[in-house]
């Protein structure tokens, strides 16, 4: 007669149901208990993040908020995230302000870009385009001035804003691209001059962006090394907009500057 087998014990089964669902999420197929939180997601910001330049606005209006903006792709690349797009059009730190009223409380992360209608983005491509290249350095340095001693305050208010509306949320900061290669391709348009002027005061905005986002505890992401190579001027040149019509999309990140330029650098950045 053969012997009785023996159950196994009640600790050597649960060992063995540990040991396998170890395993499982090592293979990352971790069942739906240890699944990752749906991700309350919350986009912030003026025209670079609400997609001017990238068409499909829907009934956005003057907001201009595109289908193919870089937080629109993150929230569909993410089952399950809920997503609350508020950025709009020539938005500046006030107005952000103003989003951020409206934002949820339980958001876990939050992207913006702001700053650059603050310090006067538009003017300064209009007087480098209508005028000599002394003018445009001196307007650029005006800017530059500007993002230096005024605008360090107002993002401090914008971040500190963020946390106290949503404690919770992870905050990511993106800053805004070089626009020109110099020397570049270009055979008309503005002096090489002009377009470094341009590009130190696309540096100067990353550096105080990235000072203020690192001393309140936010991401900085950083898409100028994305759009080289990509930008005005450059071989490929596919990333921004030249002047164009309409002309508010002028200078303005690209459906392909949205996805290579911004949702890249921020998917790499975050996941």
């Keep these: 007669m053969a012997a009785a087998t023996r159950p196994p014990s009640r600790n050597l089964s649960r060992m063995c149901a540990a040991l396998g669902v170890a395993l499982l999420a090592s293979l990352g197929i971790a069942g739906t208990a240890n699944a990752v939180q749906a991700t309350n997601y919350v986009a912030l910001g003026d025209s670079y993040s609400s997609g001017v330049g990238a068409g499909n606005y829907g009934n956005s209006g003057a907001c201009k908020r595109s289908a193919n903006a870089y937080g629109q792709l993150w929230a569909n690349a993410h089952s399950g995230t809920k997503f609350t797009f508020l950025a709009c059009s020539g938005a500046k730190t006030g107005d952000v302000l103003n989003q951020i009223g409206s934002m949820p409380s339980n958001a876990t992360l939050v992207t913006v870009t702001v700053g650059g209608n603050d310090a006067g983005f538009?003017?300064?491509?209009?007087?480098?385009?209508?005028?000599?290249?002394?003018?445009?350095?001196?307007?650029?340095?005006?800017?530059?001035?500007?993002?230096?001693?005024?605008?360090?305050?107002?993002?401090?208010?914008v971040y500190a804003a963020v946390?106290?509306?949503?404690?919770?949320?992870?905050?990511?900061?993106?800053?805004?691209?070089?626009?020109?290669?110099?020397?570049?391709?270009?055979?008309?348009?503005?002096?090489?001059?002009?377009?470094?002027?341009?590009?130190?005061?696309?540096?100067?905005?990353?550096?105080?962006?990235?000072?203020?986002?690192?001393?309140?505890?936010?991401?900085?992401?950083?898409?100028?090394?994305?759009?080289?190579?990509?930008?005005?001027?450059?071989?490929?040149?596919?990333?921004?907009?030249?002047?164009?019509?309409?002309?508010?999309?002028?200078?303005?990140?690209?459906?392909?500057?949205?996805?290579g330029g911004y949702y890249a650098p921020l998917s790499s950045a975050i996941g």
């Design 122 to 157: 538009t003017d300064v491509i209009t007087t480098c385009t209508l005028n000599n290249d002394q003018t445009c350095v001196n307007r650029v340095n005006t800017a530059k001035s500007y993002v230096q001693n005024t605008l360090p305050g107002l993002l401090n208010k």
């Design 163 to 259: 946390k106290a509306k949503a404690p919770n949320a992870k905050l990511v900061v993106l800053s805004y691209p070089r626009f020109y290669t110099v020397p570049g391709s270009c055979s008309v348009g503005l002096s090489d001059t002009k377009r470094s002027a341009i590009n130190s005061g696309a540096d100067t905005l990353a550096s105080v962006l990235s000072a203020r986002a690192l001393a309140a505890g936010a991401k900085f992401v950083d898409v100028r090394p994305a759009f080289t190579g990509h930008n005005i001027c450059s071989p490929a040149g596919d990333y921004l907009h030249s002047l164009t019509f309409p002309v508010d999309e002028s200078y303005h990140p690209t459906v392909a500057g949205q996805r």
